[in-house]
């Protein structure tokens, strides 16, 4: 059994490990440490207590102020992580529900956010409205916290959304999900890709990732797309484009990656080829519809952890990769370098909040950040 110093000496490895190949947040690090620009600034941030976010914290806490971190999800807390931060003289908050984690937070009396979710600002608004005044900023980093917020008339502080730029669409969801995706299904079932046939649903960056990490990997691609324009672009891109029926009868593999509920039911596997593999890319845990399947199965096995096969009523087997979760997800599989880009864009965010007069509401990401942030990424890509 190991000790929490250990797990926090293996979390600083792996941290080391990460930024020895993709330099983009000590970059950033160098800049503030000279610079201090949350000097004597208190700042809270609500975020998933991965490795990547300790990678982050680090570098963050180069430039002044004091930190305060509350953990967004008790599923992707890494103990190493939390260890590692404590003891760098971090309070980080992971116990108990998560109004009183954000709570304990808040009574730091923080003047910057940064949140995934909008939780931790609901929080303050709905229980801290005196803390309100003294909010310069906040930065919301997910696609549900930016509905949240908007949801909201009439937010009394400036708040950052870093999900809508041009940088997480291009990067994240087309290159980070297509790399990731592949590389989690080679690992769980041990399949050579190359020379079978996979049918990707949804063709948006989600899906154009999927296609084109597919055929780099040597498998012959279809694209099942809905909207008429989509599935043109990925005719011109050399993909056919069947109905998920005709894909179906031939795929040995589907993904779909479209943020719609149910794209593929047990009534749609009636078509299936035998000996079909199944997995999502999307949204959430219900684009395949798993509970459908387990009803219509007339035998079920667990071939392996993620990997369960039913046979249907037509005899056709078909294999499920983690029950419908976003399986580059369910796997952590893929390069960080995603995700280390979007947190220089965080940092970048924080930093422009830091030191800019900004008006109240929601702040679209500036051009100028952006920039910045793919510059950093290029400098640490391709150093001269
Ligand atoms: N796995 C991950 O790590 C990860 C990362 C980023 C985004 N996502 C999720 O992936 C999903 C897709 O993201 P995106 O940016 O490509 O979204 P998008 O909305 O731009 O594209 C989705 C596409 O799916 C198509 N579609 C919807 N229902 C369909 C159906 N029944 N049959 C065929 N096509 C259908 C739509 O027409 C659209 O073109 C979203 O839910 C997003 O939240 C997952």
Same mark, same amino acid.
């Given at each position: ?328 997800? /369910? ?6 370098? &995603?995700?280390?880009?979007?947190? #220089?864009?965080?940092? $970048? !965010? +924080? @930093?422009? *909040?830091?030191?800019?007069? /900004? ?6 990401? &500036?051009?100028?950040?952006?920039? #910045?942030?793919?510059? $950093? !990424? +290029? @400098?640490? *890509?391709?150093?001269?």
């Amino acid at each position: 059994m190991s000790t929490a110093d250990d797990r926090a000496l293996k979390a600083e490895a792996e941290i080391g490990r990460i930024n020895a190949f993709f330099p983009i947040l000590p970059r950033l690090g160098n800049r503030w440490a000279a610079s201090r620009p949350w000097e004597g600034r208190v700042l809270a941030l609500n975020l998933h207590l991965t490795t990547l976010t300790g990678a982050l914290i680090q570098e963050l806490s180069l430039g002044g102020g004091t930190f305060l971190v509350s953990a967004a999800n008790p599923a992707t807390t890494d103990p190493g992580t939390v260890q590692f931060l404590r003891n760098q003289g971090i309070e980080v908050y992971t116990g108990g529900d998560m109004e009183d984690r954000h709570q304990q937070v808040l009574n730091h009396r923080p003047s910057m956010l940064v949140d995934v979710g909008f939780d931790l600002i609901h929080a303050l608004l709905e229980k801290r409205p005196d803390l309100v005044p003294q909010i310069t900023g906040a930065v919301e980093v997910t696609r549900s916290g930016i509905t949240r917020l908007r949801q909201r008339k009439n937010l009394p502080f400036p708040m950052m959304n870093i999900n809508d730029g041009r940088l997480k669409n291009a990067v994240e969801n087309r290159h980070g999900v297509g790399e990731a995706f592949w590389q989690a299904v080679s690992r769980l079932t041990g399949m050579h890709l190359s020379g079978r046939r996979a049918a990707v649903v949804g063709y948006g960056p989600v899906g154009r990732g999927l296609a084109a990490y597919a055929r780099a990997a040597g498998l012959n691609v279809e694209v099942v797309e809905r909207d008429p324009v989509r599935r043109l672009f990925a005719h011109y891109d050399g993909f056919p484009t069947p109905s998920l029926s005709e894909a179906l009868s031939r795929a040995h593999l589907l993904v779909t990656g479209t943020g719609a509920r149910h794209v593929v039911t047990a009534a749609d596997l009636g078509s299936a080829r035998d000996g079909l593999v199944l997995a999502n890319a999307g949204h959430g845990g219900d684009e395949i519809d798993v509970h459908g399947i387990q009803r219509a199965a007339i035998r079920v096995d667990q071939i392996a952890e993620h990997v369960v096969r039913y046979r249907l009523d037509s005899n056709a087997r078909v294999t499920l990769l983690g029950n419908g979760h976003p399986l580059n997800i /369910v796997l952590n599989s893929g390069s960080p370098e &995603p995700v280390l880009l979007q947190f #220089a864009v965080l940092g $970048l !965010a +924080l @930093e422009y *909040l830091a030191t800019q007069s /900004v008006a109240p509401g929601e702040l679209l990401v &500036p051009d100028a950040i952006e920039d #910045a942030a793919a510059a $950093l !990424a +290029l @400098e640490s *890509l391709e150093p001269s």
